[in-house]
């Protein structure tokens, strides 16, 4: 297993359009984050999955966010109608139920809205 | 809420110096601490962590000690290396009895270290 790896790297795209990001966990970890850090800022909490279901959200994540993991492995991220404010890194990781803590992070997907 | 407060950076040492980075924190309850380093164009990666009051977290030289009565988890490492050149962040995760499982970090620490 080669770790948390996420898809793509960068991604630039125009005010208004959306845009969707992939996130692969480690295969034997059932639970998996989105993070979003800006410039500057730590990483900010925006969901978790246990397996399938989506248990926390942030009030960060607006109806314009949404994120899915269908069959418990790879997860999305999907950003509608993005604005200049979006632009940033999103982090994904994943852990065992067995170890809560135990955040495996992947190298993130840099957004920049134009 | 739950916040983590680290010292403002950059901080540049010289190699071999001696490396304090300050955090302190505000939570509910006993929380589990953490220190990640980012490395540059890496993921973040956990440094070390500490899961009750008094623990002391340890790993690659570096060490932090959950310290209750100030509210504090400070990094230390006793000579620091060129390749220890990397942003630190401190987080804390909520206490086992409050069902999430979401970190809050620092801001962030970058350090530079010199030859």
């Known amino acids: 297993d080669t770790g948390v790896s996420q898809d793509p790297r960068h991604k630039i795209t125009k005010r208004g359009q959306n845009v969707t990001f992939r996130c692969d966990p480690i295969s034997e970890h059932n639970r998996l984050y989105w993070y979003r850090q800006t410039l500057g800022q730590g990483p900010e909490f925006l969901t978790y999955?246990?397996?399938?279901?989506?248990?926390?959200k942030s009030r960060l994540l607006s109806d314009r966010f949404s994120a899915e993991r269908p069959k418990g492995s790879f997860s999305t991220l999907e950003i509608q109608r993005t604005e200049q404010g979006d632009s940033a890194m999103y982090l994904c990781?994943?852990?065992?139920?067995?170890?809560?803590?135990?955040?495996?992070f992947g190298s993130g997907t840099r957004l920049t809205v134009v | 809420g739950n916040s983590v407060t680290q010292m403002e950076g950059p901080v540049t040492l010289s190699e071999e110096a001696f490396l304090t980075i300050n955090c302190t924190y505000t939570a509910t309850g006993y929380p589990s601490l953490f220190w990640y380093v980012q490395y540059p164009g890496e993921g973040l990666q956990l440094l070390l962590k500490a899961t009750k009051a008094d623990d002391k977290g340890s790993n690659k030289g570096f060490e932090a000690t959950y310290r209750k009565e100030t509210t504090s988890f400070h990094l230390e490492k006793g000579s620091v290396q060129v390749s220890d050149s990397a942003v630190y962040f401190c987080?804390?995760?909520?206490?086992?009895?409050?069902?999430?499982?979401?970190?809050?970090f620092g801001k962030g620490t970058k350090l530079s270290v010199i030859p």
């Open positions: 990781a994943s852990s065992t139920s067995a170890d809560n803590y135990g955040y495996t």
């Open positions: 999955f246990q397996n399938e279901a989506q248990l926390e």
């Open positions: 987080a804390l995760a909520p206490y086992s009895g409050a069902g999430s499982y979401q970190l809050t």
